[in-house]
């Protein structure tokens, strides 16, 4: 018996091609190469920190702000508190670069030895 099987291949043109690369990319789990993932992990540390120190910063504004509130409008009984109130929240207000300072430092001493990593595969 002979071994002989007759097959047919088609392929389809670059138009086409193309069509198909497009929609396989749209279904395909995108892949990470090591100088997105370096970005990433460098933008994820300075990401926490900020919205840390913003949210604290709010916090702090807003507290701030009802003591003034009280302060300026309720002169009577709620003058004295009101002055006590914007005072911690003047105080929160600037604990906030200091606490971004130190969750920065905290979040880099964690992701160094990745982001060592990944420099030094990038740099050979």
Do not use: H
């Not at 088609?10 to 190469?33: G, H, L, M």
């Not at 994820?44 to 409008?73: F, N, Q, Y």
């Amino acid at each position: 018996m002979e071994n002989n099987k007759e097959t047919f291949t088609f392929t389809y043109s670059a138009k086409q091609q193309e069509e198909v690369a497009r929609i396989r990319k749209k279904y395909a789990a995108p892949e990470e190469d090591k100088m997105a993932q370096l970005r990433r992990l460098d933008r994820s540390v300075t990401d926490k920190a900020t919205m840390i120190s913003i949210v604290v910063g709010v916090i702090g504004a807003l507290i701030l702000g009802i003591g003034m509130c009280c302060a300026m409008v309720w002169m009577g009984a709620l003058f004295i508190p009101g002055i006590v109130i914007g005072i911690v929240g003047i105080a929160i207000v600037s604990l906030a670069y200091p606490l971004y300072n130190r969750t920065l430092k905290k979040e880099r001493a964690k992701i160094a030895p990745e982001i060592i990593r990944l420099t030094d595969e990038l740099m050979k």
